[in-house]
T-cell receptor, first 112, second 112 residues
Framework: GIQVEQSPPDLILQEGANSTLRCNFS?????LQWFHQNPWGQLINLFY???GTKQNGRLSATTVATERYSLLYISSSQTTDSGVYFC??????????????FGSGTQLTVLP | ETGVTQSPTHLIKTRGQQVTLRCSSQ?????VSWYQQALGQGPQFIFQ???????GRGNFPPRFSGLQFPNYSSELNVNALELDDSALYLC???????????FGNGTRLTVT
């Protein structure tokens, strides 16, 4: 099956700093989503971005499908940004299910 | 607010017992899928239902089964519970194949 690798595994920032999270995947995808999981386990969809660039406030994401990677940018980080960030993909060979395969996540801690 | 609600939020069961977890999706979301997230890992795909029929399954044994109902609700049933079934169980739904997947807050199952 498809492999999804996220880096870095852990990231500690001071409030106000910027960061870039990376997701590499091993096959062509027709769906890529970035999620933020808060300390209570809630998995929040940040971006649906199989290709191209999107921005939502302080967050933006870019997926270069031909090179099989995606980047999540967080600017002016806040303590509420802390949590685990997951990249998840679905491949063209997933069949009708189009199930998401998740990476192992990046644990982000933003210090006040 | 994702429009996907799960119940109960927490559950404690004994090894060998059976459990039913419930999910309610947004109206019009014909696809519902279930994921298992063990502590410290990314969610793993269990199975998916489309218009009340299973159309995809991950690497989970038959004692994991499900149902989807016409009113956009669904169930995950697990028989003969094992200690390793302790995890956060996430329900997700989407409108169609080109739409993002939205997750509920999950049910945290503990098997003792």
């Amino acid at each position: 099956g498809i492999q999804v690798e996220q880096s870095p595994p852990d990231l500690i920032l001071q409030e106000g700093a910027n960061s870039t999270l990376r997701c590499n995947f091993s096959d062509s995808v027709n769906n890529l989503q970035w999620f933020h999981q808060n300390p209570w386990g809630q998995l929040i969809n940040l971006f649906y971005i199989p290709s191209g660039t999107k921005q939502n406030g302080r967050l933006s994401a870019t997926t270069v499908a031909t090179e099989r990677y995606s980047l999540l940018y967080i600017s002016s980080s806040q303590t509420t940004d802390s949590g685990v960030y997951f990249c998840a993909v679905a491949t063209l060979s997933s069949g009708s299910a189009r199930q998401l395969t998740f990476g192992s996540g990046t644990q982000l801690t933003v210090l006040p | 607010e994702t429009g996907v609600t799960q119940s109960p939020t927490h559950l404690i069961k004994t090894r060998g017992q059976q459990v039913t977890l419930r999910c309610s999706s947004q109206s019009g979301h014909n696809t519902v899928s279930w994921y298992q997230q063990a502590l410290g890992q990314g969610p793993q795909f269990i199975f998916q239902y489309y218009r009340e029929e299973e159309n995809g399954r991950g690497n989970f044994p038959p004692r994991f089964s499900g149902l989807q109902f016409p009113n956009y609700s669904s169930e995950l049933n697990v028989n003969a519970l094992e200690l390793d079934d302790s995890a956060l169980y996430l329900c997700a739904s989407r409108r169609d194949e080109g739409s993002p997947l939205h997750f509920g807050n999950g049910t945290r199952l503990t098997v003792t």
